[in-house]
Protein backbone atom coordinates (compact mmCIF):
# COMPACT_ATOMS: atom_id res chain seq x y z
CA UNK A 1 0.00 0.00 0.00
CA UNK A 2 1.02 3.45 -0.73
CA UNK A 3 2.37 5.28 2.13
CA UNK A 4 1.82 9.35 2.12
CA UNK A 5 4.87 11.53 2.57
CA UNK A 6 5.14 12.93 6.09
CA UNK A 7 6.89 16.10 7.56
CA UNK A 8 7.99 16.13 10.68
CA UNK A 9 8.52 19.27 12.16
CA UNK A 10 11.05 20.69 14.83
CA UNK A 11 12.55 23.48 16.75
CA UNK A 12 15.47 21.77 18.48
CA UNK A 13 18.58 23.13 17.36
CA UNK A 14 20.14 22.53 14.36
CA UNK A 15 16.56 20.22 13.53
CA UNK A 16 13.65 22.09 12.05
CA UNK A 17 11.35 21.94 9.23
CA UNK A 18 10.05 25.36 8.36
CA UNK A 19 7.73 26.63 5.82
CA UNK A 20 9.48 27.67 2.33
CA UNK A 21 9.97 27.91 -1.69
CA UNK A 22 12.87 26.32 -3.32
CA UNK A 23 16.28 28.42 -3.89
CA UNK A 24 19.72 28.92 -3.26
CA UNK A 25 21.40 31.78 -1.50
CA UNK A 26 24.15 33.18 -1.92
CA UNK A 27 27.64 33.27 0.23
CA UNK A 28 27.70 36.96 1.03
CA UNK A 29 24.55 39.62 1.38
CA UNK A 30 24.25 42.01 -1.58
CA UNK A 31 24.85 45.55 -0.24
CA UNK A 32 24.19 48.99 -2.24
CA UNK A 33 24.70 52.42 -1.34
CA UNK A 34 21.14 53.97 -0.68
CA UNK A 35 19.90 56.77 -3.07
CA UNK A 36 19.70 59.13 -0.27
CA UNK A 37 23.12 58.55 1.13
CA UNK A 38 24.37 61.86 2.94
CA UNK A 39 28.32 61.16 2.43
CA UNK A 40 30.73 59.24 0.79
CA UNK A 41 33.70 58.66 2.92
CA UNK A 42 32.66 54.84 3.60
CA UNK A 43 33.14 52.87 0.26
CA UNK A 44 33.82 49.08 -0.55
CA UNK A 45 31.14 47.61 1.79
CA UNK A 46 30.73 43.89 2.32
CA UNK A 47 28.77 42.14 4.55
CA UNK A 48 28.97 38.51 4.78
CA UNK A 49 26.21 35.63 5.14
CA UNK A 50 23.00 37.66 6.20
CA UNK A 51 19.61 35.41 6.99
CA UNK A 52 17.70 35.64 9.37
CA UNK A 53 18.34 32.05 11.14
CA UNK A 54 16.05 29.22 11.78
CA UNK A 55 16.39 29.20 15.96
CA UNK A 56 19.24 30.82 17.71
CA UNK A 57 20.77 34.33 17.37
CA UNK A 58 23.70 34.87 14.33
CA UNK A 59 25.97 37.59 14.44
CA UNK A 60 27.40 39.09 11.15
CA UNK A 61 30.11 40.31 9.97
CA UNK A 62 31.05 43.28 7.79
CA UNK A 63 34.06 45.06 6.34
CA UNK A 64 34.61 48.42 4.58
CA UNK A 65 37.02 51.15 3.67
CA UNK A 66 37.40 54.59 5.21
CA UNK A 67 38.52 56.79 2.02
CA UNK A 68 40.65 59.75 2.57
CA UNK A 69 40.98 58.62 6.06
CA UNK A 70 43.91 61.77 6.50
CA UNK A 71 42.15 64.46 3.86
CA UNK A 72 43.35 64.96 0.63
CA UNK A 73 46.52 65.86 -0.58
CA UNK A 74 50.32 65.60 0.81
CA UNK A 75 51.86 67.37 3.90
CA UNK A 76 51.19 66.87 7.19
CA UNK A 77 48.39 66.27 9.11
CA UNK A 78 46.25 67.26 12.33
CA UNK A 79 43.71 66.00 14.08
CA UNK A 80 41.36 67.96 11.94
CA UNK A 81 42.00 66.31 8.79
CA UNK A 82 41.26 62.97 10.37
CA UNK A 83 38.15 60.93 9.96
CA UNK A 84 36.19 59.77 13.04
CA UNK A 85 33.87 57.40 13.27
CA UNK A 86 31.06 58.15 15.99
CA UNK A 87 28.08 55.68 15.50
CA UNK A 88 26.62 52.97 13.58
CA UNK A 89 23.72 50.96 13.32
CA UNK A 90 21.55 48.54 11.21
CA UNK A 91 17.77 49.02 11.03
CA UNK A 92 15.10 46.06 9.63
CA UNK A 93 12.10 47.11 7.67
CA UNK A 94 9.12 47.95 10.01
CA UNK A 95 11.29 47.93 13.28
CA UNK A 96 13.72 50.18 15.34
CA UNK A 97 17.31 50.72 14.67
CA UNK A 98 20.13 47.80 16.19
CA UNK A 99 23.39 48.76 17.25
CA UNK A 100 25.86 47.92 15.22
CA UNK A 101 29.79 46.98 16.71
CA UNK A 102 32.50 49.06 14.43
CA UNK A 103 36.29 48.24 14.77
CA UNK A 104 38.27 51.18 13.24
CA UNK A 105 41.70 52.73 13.96
CA UNK A 106 42.62 55.51 11.65
CA UNK A 107 46.11 55.41 10.14
CA UNK A 108 49.45 57.43 11.57
CA UNK A 109 49.38 60.93 11.27
CA UNK A 110 51.61 62.28 8.14
CA UNK A 111 54.56 64.52 9.26
CA UNK A 112 56.58 65.27 6.27
CA UNK A 113 55.98 66.20 2.93
CA UNK A 114 54.22 62.69 1.85
CA UNK A 115 51.05 61.59 -0.17
CA UNK A 116 48.30 60.86 2.15
CA UNK A 117 46.92 57.33 2.27
CA UNK A 118 43.73 56.84 -0.48
CA UNK A 119 42.28 54.33 2.13
CA UNK A 120 41.91 52.03 5.51
CA UNK A 121 40.12 49.06 6.46
CA UNK A 122 37.55 48.51 8.96
CA UNK A 123 35.17 46.38 10.04
CA UNK A 124 32.05 45.63 11.87
CA UNK A 125 29.32 42.91 13.08
CA UNK A 126 25.78 43.41 13.57
CA UNK A 127 23.01 40.35 14.80
CA UNK A 128 20.10 38.85 13.29
CA UNK A 129 17.35 37.07 15.36
CA UNK A 130 14.95 34.62 14.21
CA UNK A 131 11.93 37.05 14.94
CA UNK A 132 13.29 39.18 12.85
CA UNK A 133 11.82 40.14 8.82
CA UNK A 134 13.85 39.34 5.63
CA UNK A 135 14.46 41.73 3.03
CA UNK A 136 16.05 45.34 3.04
CA UNK A 137 18.03 46.61 5.97
CA UNK A 138 19.23 50.22 6.45
CA UNK A 139 23.25 50.15 7.26
CA UNK A 140 24.29 53.46 8.84
CA UNK A 141 28.15 54.61 9.71
CA UNK A 142 28.25 57.75 11.02
CA UNK A 143 31.50 59.65 10.63
CA UNK A 144 32.61 62.97 11.67
CA UNK A 145 32.17 63.98 7.91
CA UNK A 146 28.61 62.68 7.63
CA UNK A 147 25.99 59.66 7.53
CA UNK A 148 26.73 57.25 4.99
CA UNK A 149 23.89 54.41 4.29
CA UNK A 150 23.69 51.42 3.04
CA UNK A 151 21.14 48.13 1.94
CA UNK A 152 22.03 45.39 3.23
CA UNK A 153 19.76 42.60 1.47
CA UNK A 154 18.90 40.15 4.11
CA UNK A 155 17.48 36.33 3.34
CA UNK A 156 14.56 35.14 4.95
CA UNK A 157 14.32 32.04 7.37
CA UNK A 158 15.49 28.30 5.13
CA UNK A 159 13.51 25.58 4.78
CA UNK A 160 12.99 22.23 4.03
CA UNK A 161 8.54 22.12 3.07
CA UNK A 162 8.20 18.96 1.41
CA UNK A 163 10.01 15.83 -0.07
CA UNK A 164 9.04 12.86 -2.31
CA UNK A 165 10.58 9.57 -3.27
CA UNK A 166 9.62 8.12 -6.63
CA UNK A 167 8.19 5.43 -7.23
CA UNK A 168 6.89 4.87 -3.43
CA UNK A 169 5.93 2.35 -2.80
CA UNK A 170 9.41 1.06 -4.61
CA UNK A 171 8.71 -2.45 -5.81
CA UNK A 172 11.58 -4.60 -5.71
CA UNK A 173 12.63 -6.73 -9.16
CA UNK A 174 14.10 -10.03 -8.77
CA UNK A 175 17.80 -9.76 -10.69
CA UNK A 176 17.07 -5.57 -11.40
CA UNK A 177 18.06 -2.34 -9.56
CA UNK A 178 15.08 -0.42 -9.47
CA UNK A 179 16.04 3.32 -9.51
CA UNK A 180 14.23 5.43 -7.09
CA UNK A 181 14.45 9.78 -7.15
CA UNK A 182 14.42 12.00 -4.31
CA UNK A 183 13.07 15.74 -4.85
CA UNK A 184 12.73 18.05 -1.90
CA UNK A 185 11.73 21.92 -2.07
CA UNK A 186 14.42 23.46 0.16
CA UNK A 187 14.28 27.62 0.41
CA UNK A 188 17.69 29.27 0.76
CA UNK A 189 20.28 26.56 1.35
CA UNK A 190 23.96 26.70 0.50
CA UNK A 191 23.97 22.25 0.38
CA UNK A 192 21.31 20.04 0.63
CA UNK A 193 21.68 16.17 1.39
CA UNK A 194 19.94 13.04 1.99
CA UNK A 195 19.99 9.78 2.76
CA UNK A 196 17.59 6.93 3.30
CA UNK A 197 17.56 4.11 6.27
CA UNK A 198 15.26 1.16 6.76
CA UNK A 199 13.27 1.51 9.90
CA UNK A 200 13.77 -2.39 10.81
CA UNK A 201 17.58 -2.76 9.90
CA UNK A 202 20.90 -0.91 9.61
CA UNK A 203 20.57 -0.67 6.15
CA UNK A 204 21.10 2.48 3.92
CA UNK A 205 21.72 4.62 1.18
CA UNK A 206 23.61 7.74 1.44
CA UNK A 207 22.85 10.23 -1.99
CA UNK A 208 25.45 13.11 -0.64
CA UNK A 209 24.55 16.23 -2.46
CA UNK A 210 21.62 16.58 -4.09
CA UNK A 211 21.31 18.93 -7.08
CA UNK A 212 19.59 22.29 -7.52
CA UNK A 213 17.20 21.54 -10.38
CA UNK A 214 15.82 24.15 -12.90
CA UNK A 215 12.36 23.60 -11.74
CA UNK A 216 13.71 24.34 -8.66
CA UNK A 217 13.38 21.13 -6.28
CA UNK A 218 16.04 19.90 -5.24
CA UNK A 219 16.87 15.96 -6.54
CA UNK A 220 19.40 12.88 -6.40
CA UNK A 221 19.08 9.25 -7.69
CA UNK A 222 19.82 5.85 -5.98
CA UNK A 223 19.70 2.20 -7.16
CA UNK A 224 17.86 -0.20 -4.85
CA UNK A 225 18.60 -3.91 -5.55
CA UNK A 226 16.64 -6.80 -5.33
CA UNK A 227 17.90 -7.47 -1.45
CA UNK A 228 17.08 -4.05 0.06
CA UNK A 229 15.00 -4.84 3.12
CA UNK A 230 11.45 -4.76 2.61
CA UNK A 231 8.94 -2.69 4.99
CA UNK A 232 8.92 0.99 5.95
CA UNK A 233 12.09 3.49 5.35
CA UNK A 234 12.78 6.85 6.39
CA UNK A 235 14.08 9.50 4.35
CA UNK A 236 16.24 12.52 5.96
CA UNK A 237 16.94 15.98 4.24
CA UNK A 238 19.74 18.12 5.30
CA UNK A 239 19.73 21.68 4.71
CA UNK A 240 22.81 24.08 5.26
CA UNK A 241 23.60 27.44 5.30
CA UNK A 242 25.94 29.13 7.55
CA UNK A 243 26.45 27.16 10.50
CA UNK A 244 22.83 26.20 10.46
CA UNK A 245 21.61 22.60 9.33
CA UNK A 246 18.02 22.05 9.65
CA UNK A 247 16.60 18.31 8.98
CA UNK A 248 13.38 16.95 7.55
CA UNK A 249 12.38 13.69 7.49
CA UNK A 250 9.55 11.34 5.89
CA UNK A 251 8.45 7.85 5.11
CA UNK A 252 8.55 5.57 2.56
CA UNK A 253 7.92 1.81 2.00
CA UNK A 254 9.88 -0.83 -0.09
CA UNK A 255 8.19 -4.37 -1.09
CA UNK A 256 9.77 -7.41 -1.78
CA UNK A 257 11.19 -8.72 -4.85
CA UNK A 258 8.50 -11.90 -6.34
CA UNK A 259 10.12 -15.15 -6.19
CA UNK A 260 12.49 -13.27 -3.69
CA UNK A 261 16.14 -11.88 -4.37
CA UNK A 262 18.82 -13.37 -6.36
CA UNK A 263 21.66 -14.97 -4.83
CA UNK A 264 24.42 -12.03 -4.27
CA UNK A 265 26.44 -10.18 -2.28
CA UNK A 266 25.88 -6.97 -2.23
CA UNK A 267 28.33 -4.35 -2.82
CA UNK A 268 29.23 -0.80 -1.20
CA UNK A 269 31.54 2.26 -2.15
CA UNK A 270 32.56 5.06 -0.49
CA UNK A 271 33.83 8.85 -2.22
CA UNK A 272 35.10 11.48 -0.78
CA UNK A 273 36.10 15.00 -2.64
CA UNK A 274 37.52 18.45 -1.42
CA UNK A 275 34.45 20.81 -1.70
CA UNK A 276 36.56 23.08 -3.55
CA UNK A 277 39.44 22.72 -6.86
CA UNK A 278 41.30 25.63 -8.94
CA UNK A 279 40.31 25.04 -12.50
CA UNK A 280 42.43 22.64 -14.39
CA UNK A 281 44.21 21.57 -11.62
CA UNK A 282 44.75 18.53 -10.39
CA UNK A 283 43.14 16.73 -7.06
CA UNK A 284 42.57 13.76 -6.04
CA UNK A 285 38.95 11.35 -5.18
CA UNK A 286 39.00 8.48 -3.35
CA UNK A 287 37.09 5.72 -0.94
CA UNK A 288 36.44 2.52 -0.16
CA UNK A 289 35.30 -0.72 -1.68
CA UNK A 290 33.29 -3.22 0.22
CA UNK A 291 31.59 -6.68 -1.01
CA UNK A 292 29.67 -7.64 1.97
CA UNK A 293 31.34 -6.24 4.95
CA UNK A 294 34.56 -7.50 4.01
CA UNK A 295 36.96 -4.90 1.57
CA UNK A 296 36.40 -5.62 -2.39
CA UNK A 297 40.29 -6.06 -2.68
CA UNK A 298 41.48 -5.58 -5.92
CA UNK A 299 38.05 -4.12 -7.26
CA UNK A 300 38.16 -2.24 -10.49
CA UNK A 301 35.74 0.78 -9.85
CA UNK A 302 34.32 3.21 -12.39
CA UNK A 303 34.33 7.78 -11.80
CA UNK A 304 32.00 9.27 -13.18
CA UNK A 305 31.57 13.67 -13.46
CA UNK A 306 28.24 15.25 -14.18
CA UNK A 307 28.47 19.30 -14.78
CA UNK A 308 26.23 21.44 -12.73
CA UNK A 309 23.56 22.01 -14.32
CA UNK A 310 23.67 19.34 -17.13
CA UNK A 311 21.42 15.97 -17.11
CA UNK A 312 23.74 13.36 -17.45
CA UNK A 313 27.35 11.57 -15.81
CA UNK A 314 30.28 11.15 -18.12
CA UNK A 315 32.77 8.40 -17.29
CA UNK A 316 35.90 9.53 -16.18
CA UNK A 317 37.37 6.30 -16.18
CA UNK A 318 38.84 3.59 -13.80
CA UNK A 319 40.26 3.12 -10.18
CA UNK A 320 41.56 -0.26 -8.52
CA UNK A 321 41.40 -0.33 -5.41
CA UNK A 322 44.28 -2.10 -3.03
CA UNK A 323 44.21 -4.92 -0.99
CA UNK A 324 42.26 -2.92 1.79
CA UNK A 325 39.66 -2.09 -0.50
CA UNK A 326 40.76 1.82 -0.74
CA UNK A 327 41.05 3.55 -4.41
CA UNK A 328 42.25 6.38 -5.42
CA UNK A 329 42.04 8.75 -8.79
CA UNK A 330 43.81 12.33 -10.04
CA UNK A 331 41.30 14.25 -11.77
CA UNK A 332 40.57 17.01 -13.33
CA UNK A 333 37.37 19.39 -13.66
CA UNK A 334 36.67 22.43 -15.43
CA UNK A 335 33.14 22.91 -14.08
CA UNK A 336 31.49 23.22 -11.28
CA UNK A 337 29.68 19.83 -10.76
CA UNK A 338 29.46 16.29 -9.07
CA UNK A 339 31.05 13.24 -8.83
CA UNK A 340 30.58 9.69 -8.53
CA UNK A 341 31.65 6.13 -8.18
CA UNK A 342 30.74 2.79 -9.14
CA UNK A 343 30.81 -0.76 -8.50
CA UNK A 344 29.85 -2.55 -11.72
CA UNK A 345 27.67 -5.79 -11.30
CA UNK A 346 29.41 -9.38 -11.71
CA UNK A 347 27.29 -12.82 -11.81
CA UNK A 348 27.40 -12.87 -8.10
CA UNK A 349 27.76 -9.25 -6.94
CA UNK A 350 25.74 -6.37 -6.84
CA UNK A 351 26.77 -3.17 -8.41
CA UNK A 352 26.33 -0.07 -6.23
CA UNK A 353 26.88 3.76 -6.22
CA UNK A 354 28.44 5.93 -4.41
CA UNK A 355 26.96 9.44 -2.65
CA UNK A 356 27.04 12.19 -4.89
CA UNK A 357 29.88 15.04 -4.19
CA UNK A 358 29.99 18.61 -5.64
CA UNK A 359 33.08 20.11 -6.21
CA UNK A 360 33.11 23.90 -6.29
CA UNK A 361 35.91 25.30 -8.83
CA UNK A 362 37.32 28.73 -8.64
Do not use: C, H
Request: charged content about 20%; cysteine-free; glycine content about 10%.
Amino acid sequence: MKRRMRLLLATATGVAVLVGGAGLSSASASVSRAAYAAADDIANVSVGNAYVPADKEIEVSFTFQVSNPLGTGNGPTSGADEVKITSADITPPGKAAKPATVSYTAPSAITDDKPRPASAPGNGKFTISKDDPSGDWTLRIVTSRGTNTFTVKVAPKQGISGASVTPNPVDLIKGKEVKVTVRAAVKDASQVSAKMTSDTTSEYYDLGSLELDTDGYYTGVVYFTDDSAPGNWTLEISASRGNETLKGVGSFSVNAPAGGASKKSKSKITLTAPSKAKVGRTFKINGKVYRGTKAYSGKIVEVYFKKKGTKSYKFMGFAKATSTGKYTKAVKQKYDGYWRAKVPATGKTYSSWSAQEFVDVK
